[in-house]
């Protein structure tokens, strides 16, 4: 059986991504695609980055409870610091 996937445009890009998170215990049934979820799938560090989705800033304590649908269009953005 396979994986639901997703179409996503990331940045730009279309990208197909997994459209749910693996089921933790055996006879759970797999989770809907968070932000939070997402980016951990990118290999994305939360600390260092910003998420606008369809044109609207996600806030971080949001981001666990953000579902990611077919089609949405995301915009990620690198925190670089410096000085």
Do not use: F, Y
Not at 19 to 34: H, Q, S
Not at 71 to 79: N, P
């Amino acid at each position: 059986m396979g994986k639901l996937r997703i179409k996503l445009t990331i940045n730009g890009e279309v990208r197909e991504v997994p459209g749910d998170v693996p089921a933790k215990l055996p006879g759970d049934a797999p989770r809907e695609l968070t932000l939070s979820a997402l980016l951990t799938h990118l290999e994305l560090t939360a600390a260092h980055v910003a998420v606008e989705r369809n044109r609207e800033i996600v806030p971080r304590d949001q981001w666990n409870a953000t579902q990611i649908l077919e089609g949405d269009k995301l915009e990620i953005v690198h925190l670089v610091g410096g000085g």
